[in-house]
């Protein structure tokens, strides 16, 4: 459907800010959505997590396999460009296409197939972890904040009416180098926006040092912590084109410099460094998602693999769920490009068989 097609659809029907009214999957849903959060375990689906890209929709056909394969959970990241202009005089704006057109159609199709899924602003007005940087500054400029918190109540009210176990919020992707001040003071900020319009909105927030650094969070009731599966980089991103730095081919375990000190990168180092920090914001109290994780192609696929399984392994056993970033390309089980995997031939695609089992084996 293109946006004329959509504006004279939605004339006719009267859609807007009424309730999706989404269907409930036949088998019986968890208590409640923080209940379920260790089980929900599945991919990030990168449809329009970038402007840069041409506009296109979520696939029926990546929530049937999903579903399939026995995945419960999508994490939409999204660029509030495709629904509003990158200039901040208009960032109050926004135009429903996307919305009504893709995201309103994907929380459907999760919801028909019992996966819950979870929106994400991945560039928000006025931030996003990529370049390029946005023209206002989030953490500093409070009209960036105000805008930001319109966006998040305008999706707060058109998704008022999906069950909790359907949709959750998960607020900005990996704020960086900010100070624990602007990390709470914005996320206070967006949390209220969701919640006077809709208080029962499970929401995400992801830790504060790109996902990585999980200081204690206090933001109301039924808000869970988001954390990253990428260390080391000399191994999740070797090669990756979008970095300058160059390593050796990374084994697993790895070994490297760490403060002028050759150390060992194994399950145990993992453990002490992304898993226990978490745990004990979670006997704090604190629910806890592994929102992204993953292997950029040009590691060697059985080192990927032995790694991914340690780090599987370590939140199985804490209670984490997770998802993958990447059903496809260079991250993903579809299409990756490696160039040392027998890739099978699935609907039209290449599968790495190996990864998808070796996942299906930790659900």
């Given at each position: 459907m293109d946006r004329r097609q959509f504006l004279s659809t939605a004339a006719v029907a009267g859609m807007g800010l009424a309730s999706l009214g989404c269907a409930s999957p036949d088998t019986a849903a968890p208590a409640t959505f923080?209940?379920?959060l260790p089980g929900y375990k599945g991919f990030n689906l990168l449809d329009i997590y970038n402007a840069g890209l041409p506009y296109k929709r979520y696939e029926e056909s990546d929530f049937d396999m999903l579903a399939e394969?026995?995945?419960?959970?999508?994490?939409?990241?999204?660029?509030?460009?495709?629904?509003?202009?990158p200039d901040p005089a208009r960032w109050m704006t926004i135009d429903p296409f996307a919305i009504e057109d893709n995201l309103v159609r994907a929380v459907q199709l999760g919801a028909d197939r019992g996966i819950h899924v979870n929106i994400n602003f991945h560039r928000a007005p006025g931030y996003c972890v990529n370049s390029p940087a946005e023209p206002l500054d989030l953490w500093t400029d409070s009209y960036a904040l105000e805008a930001c918190a319109y966006h998040w109540a305008y999706f707060a009210n058109r998704f008022r009416d999906v069950p909790p176990t359907q949709l959750s919020f998960n607020?900005?992707?990996e704020p960086g180098d900010v100070s624990a001040e602007a990390y709470d003071r914005v996320h206070r900020r967006l949390v209220a926006a969701v919640r006077d319009v809709d208080p029962d909105r499970p929401i995400i927030v992801d830790a504060r040092g790109w996902g990585n650094d999980p200081v204690p969070i206090d933001f109301g009731p039924d808000v869970a912590i988001s954390a990253r599966g990428y260390t080391p980089r000399e191994l999740s991103s070797f090669d990756a084109p979008w970095l300058d730095e160059r390593w050796p081919t990374p084994t697993w375990p790895l070994q490297k410099y760490e403060n002028d000190q050759l150390v060992t990168v194994d399950k145990d180092y993992l453990k002490r460094k992304d898993i226990d920090?978490?745990?004990r914001v979670?006997?704090?109290g604190t629910a806890v998602h592994v929102g992204e994780f993953g292997v950029y192609r040009a590691a060697p696929h059985d080192v990927s693999l032995r790694?991914?399984?340690?780090?599987l392994s370590l939140w199985r056993d804490a209670g984490f769920g997770w998802a993958m970033w990447g059903l496809y390309g260079d991250f993903g089980i579809l299409d990756s490009q490696r160039t040392d995997v027998a890739y099978e031939d699935f609907r039209g695609h290449k599968l790495d068989r190996r990864l998808l089992e070796l996942l299906r084996s930790h659900l």
């Open positions: 923080f209940d379920s394969w026995g995945f419960t959970f999508v994490r939409l990241p999204t660029s509030y460009q495709f629904w509003s202009s607020l900005l992707n920090p978490f745990v979670q006997q704090a790694w991914t399984e340690d780090y």
